[in-house]
């Protein structure tokens, strides 16, 4: 009895602080296996709002109504007209040939090209022949604003008689003035006669009209003296047929370029070997290969170095020893350049004609005025 008294005694005894403290920790950490052990998680579905959305099941209207197809002539005809314009607008837009260019553009660059060149373009086709030909004045004087600056200077044109004045006209024409003017209507070989009722008969005109059948003269019997080859001489007093031919050949040239305005022709061959003989001269004017480029400038060089031509030659006889004929110019020492006095001077010829052989008011023939009272 005694031992189990002893054994009970224990645990009747009050524990101390140490057995509380485990106590406490053992029953925190139970209900912490606990919580982690029974976890609620709500895997059913959501419930539903009690708010209803109302849902329209109607689609929107679409309009599917569509124009009656038109069949008939008229329409039909201007379907095909319209497709036509349409054809002809897409053509305009993308040129398939040089003639599609607007007109002034097409000028500049034809402006642009040599006589020769000129010539062989116009070849090409009718349509741009007529081009060239409609517009020829104007393409003409650019290529002379452009290579043959100082040619178109010292080669002016004669002036035709229906532009001069009545008043010059008939200075021009006083009988008086024509006995006087003898001198300078004696035909030579190689020009063909000025005819008064045609062109202007002013010394400027006169003298412009010699200048350009000399050149298209000398121009022909080139090949003659580059290969050292006589010129045919004519006997005095007398006319061949051929050469008669060639001086009406030369006026014709002379006459279309007062009305057409061409480029001007070529004075010489520049330095081109045509056989085994020597050349004459050797070089003409000092002209080099580089300077027979198509341009005149050349003719712009020290008038020291180039001789100016101060007489005209008269006879073919004086083609010889003529290196090149460039005349209505001098070298001014002073200004150390080229003066060109051609300019102006048809003008000043017709006021000294005006002046000296205006025909006078007959007051023979005039009545004498009534005397009133």
Not at 43 to 66: F, Y
Request: with cysteine; net charge positive.
């Amino acid at each position: 009895m005694a031992s189990e008294a002893d054994e009970i005694q224990p645990a009747l005894v009050e524990p101390g602080p140490q057995a509380v403290v485990d106590k406490a920790a053992s029953v925190a950490s139970s209900q912490a296996s606990a919580a982690e052990e029974y976890v609620i998680v709500h895997s059913g579905p959501r419930k539903a709002s009690k708010k209803t959305i109302p849902v329209d099941d109607d689609e929107p209207l679409i309009d599917t109504t569509a124009a009656l197809a038109k069949n008939s002539k008229k329409t039909r005809r201007t379907q095909k007209l319209q497709q036509k314009r349409q054809k002809k607008a897409a053509a305009r837009d993308r040129p398939e040939s040089f003639l599609d260019l607007p007109a002034e553009l097409l000028q500049e660059i034809l402006g642009y090209l040599q006589p020769s060149e000129l010539h062989r373009v116009q070849l090409l086709n009718h349509a741009t022949r007529q081009f060239i030909l409609q517009n020829e004045r104007a393409i003409a004087k650019d290529i002379l604003d452009r290579r043959y600056w100082v040619l178109q200077r010292c080669f002016p044109l004669p002036v035709p008689i229906e532009e001069v004045d009545e008043a010059s006209r008939a200075a021009l024409q006083n009988p008086r003035r024509e006995k006087m003017t003898e001198v300078h209507k004696k035909p030579y070989q190689h020009i063909k006669p000025l005819d008064p009722q045609v062109l202007c008969s002013c010394p400027t005109c006169l003298v412009a009209w010699n200048n350009l059948n000399v050149v298209l003269d000398l121009a022909h019997f080139q090949s003659y003296l580059n290969t050292r080859e006589p010129i045919p001489m004519i006997p005095r007093g007398t006319s061949p047929e051929w050469n008669t031919e060639l001086t009406e050949a030369h006026a014709k040239v002379v006459q279309r370029a007062m009305v057409r305005f061409p480029p001007q022709t070529r004075v010489h061959q520049h330095n081109k070997m045509i056989s085994t003989k020597t050349l004459h001269p050797n070089t003409l004017y000092s002209v080099t290969e580089r300077d027979a480029n198509g341009f005149d400038k050349f003719l712009e060089r020290d008038g020291a170095l180039v001789r100016p031509s101060w007489d005209v030659p008269f006879h073919r006889d004086n083609y010889y020893g003529l290196l090149a004929y460039i005349p209505n110019r001098k070298w001014s020492r002073e200004e150390y350049r080229w003066m060109y006095y051609a300019h102006g001077s048809h003008e000043r010829d017709l006021e000294w004609t005006r002046r000296w052989f205006m025909p006078k008011p007959d007051h023979d023939n005039q009545s004498a005025p009534v005397a009133t009272t």
